[in-house]
């Protein structure tokens, strides 16, 4: 087990940050047994960090609670990313070949590189994704080892908005950033199936304020868009329609309707709220979210019969009785998302529909990381004539010296994880630094 590579991933959602902690056997076997969350209010808007210096804070509180569950510091993570303006952005990039020499896995990869690296008004490149090659102008599935007069790669570009990234590397902190994962690809790797993903296939992943919809075709990712709304606009919906309702009671009463979409539903009041009246306005804004959803198809110029099945995920998506809609209004097969099945959850209490994406992010960060490499430093205990001391987490010798009084003056160490998010938390950012409002990422 001590050869066992140890994961951390964390997602940052527009009311909460969940990080977890996944063990990579020598086999590949992968495995969750510690999952954290905290709480966020007003620190995200539409999947953009607004506030840096709460959410950093939060991050803090994370990865404390995870290192006191196992016997090490985390050093680094991988990070969803995911947001308002994230999107898909078709690429072609062409060269001519030497007919004598075969393409090979090289070729494939400077080609993508230099796709990748092609400037873009206002956005800022965070993947690329293959779509189709070309070998002398045919289509070639398998290009490497083929030879030709020329080759053509269609590729997606996944963008957005700089202060996307940005301001999600200001929130880490000190805390190293191994890579960032876009959610959505991540579950489409993880939950969709190979026949999905080949006969046609779309993913929407509901939050609190966006709605990201990724399409599949012939195995490869057609199309992404974020849609800036979630299942808060129901909720606010609520707030305004109803008379003296909060965002929590609205929440609530959202959440113990029995049918919150049946406008047949036998009207029972919740806490003072008619179910009924409740009941039209869910109904109302989840018409609206399922048409644009919907819409997708056509702005990925498809047919609605290239679309197969719709896989539902996202803390939204719990809505009672939303598969059924999403299927009734869109006449496609409508199925809810599941834990990857390549994932062991050993704590069942935090095997949670809405903790999906988390162990998606988990699932592609164990496909990519280097033989070898973890994201934890394993604590070393050596034997002293005064007892055990930890020989280099300073938290710890901390702790020691508050307890037992004040060490011995000792020579300066490389700061801890936490060392370094304190001298970070202790410059926090002006205002005049912040690089998007609510306007700008609106």
Do not use: W
């Not at 991988?78 to 308002?84: A, K, L, M, P, Q």
């Not at 909060?246 to 047949?264: F, Q, R, S």
């Not at 960060?365 to 994201?375: E, F, K, L, R």
Request: hydrophobic share 35%.
């Amino acid at each position: 087990m001590e050869n066992n590579q140890l994961i951390v991933a964390i997602e940052i959602g527009s009311t909460k940050i969940v990080g977890a902690i996944a063990e990579k056997s020598a086999s590949g076997y992968l495995s969750v047994n510690h999952l954290e969350e905290e709480k966020l209010t007003n620190c995200v808007r539409y999947g953009c960090v607004q506030n840096v210096e709460n959410t950093k804070s939060a991050i803090v509180r994370i990865v404390k609670k995870l290192e006191n569950k196992i016997d090490g510091d985390i050093t680094d993570v991988y990070v969803g990313i995911n947001g308002r303006s994230l999107h898909s952005v078709p690429t072609e990039i062409d060269r001519n070949l030497n007919i004598a020499e075969s393409i090979t896995k090289q070729n494939i990869e400077n080609l993508k590189n230099s796709a990748f690296k092609e400037p873009i008004t206002s956005y800022e490149p965070i993947d690329i994704v293959p779509q189709a090659y070309y070998v002398d102008n045919k289509e070639n599935p398998n290009p490497v080892g083929c030879c030709g007069s020329s080759i053509t790669i269609k590729f997606n570009r996944i963008v957005a908005k700089p202060t996307l990234k940005l301001n999600l590397e200001r929130a880490m902190g000190a805390l190293k950033v191994k890579k960032f994962l876009v959610t959505s690809l991540a579950m489409a790797e993880s939950i969709l199936t190979e026949e999905e993903r080949t006969l046609g296939c779309m993913l929407v992943d509901m939050g609190a304020e966006t709605t990201t919809v990724t399409i599949y075709k012939n195995g490869a990712m057609s199309y992404m868009a974020t849609l800036p709304m979630g299942g808060r606009n129901l909720t606010r919906d609520l707030v305004n329609g109803l008379q003296n309702t909060t965002e929590e009671k609205a929440e609530m009463v959202k959440k113990n309707i029995a049918e919150p979409l049946n406008i047949e539903a036998v009207d029972l009041p919740i806490d003072g709220i008619s179910s009924k009246a409740a009941i039209n306005y869910i109904i109302s804004r989840t018409s609206e979210i399922i048409t644009n959803v919907n819409k997708q198809i056509e702005y990925a110029h498809l047919q609605p019969s290239d679309v197969k099945t719709i896989v539902l995920v996202g803390g939204a998506a719990k809505l009672k009785g939303l598969r059924a809609e999403f299927k009734e209004k869109t006449k496609i097969e409508t199925r809810m998302g599941a834990t990857p099945a390549a994932i062991n959850i050993l704590n069942h209490e935090i095997n949670k529909f809405e903790h999906i994406e988390l162990f998606a992010l988990l699932d592609k960060a164990a496909s990519i990381i280097a033989d070898g490499a973890t994201c934890v430093r394993r604590h070393n205990y050596a034997p002293q004539e005064d007892g055990p001391t930890i020989t280099h987490d300073d938290s710890s010798a901390k702790r020691m010296e508050d307890s037992h009084g004040k060490a011995e003056e000792k020579k300066p160490k490389k700061k801890s994880f936490f060392g370094r998010f304190k001298s970070t938390l202790e410059n926090l950012m002006t205002e005049e630094d912040r690089l998007l409002s609510d306007d700008d990422e609106n």
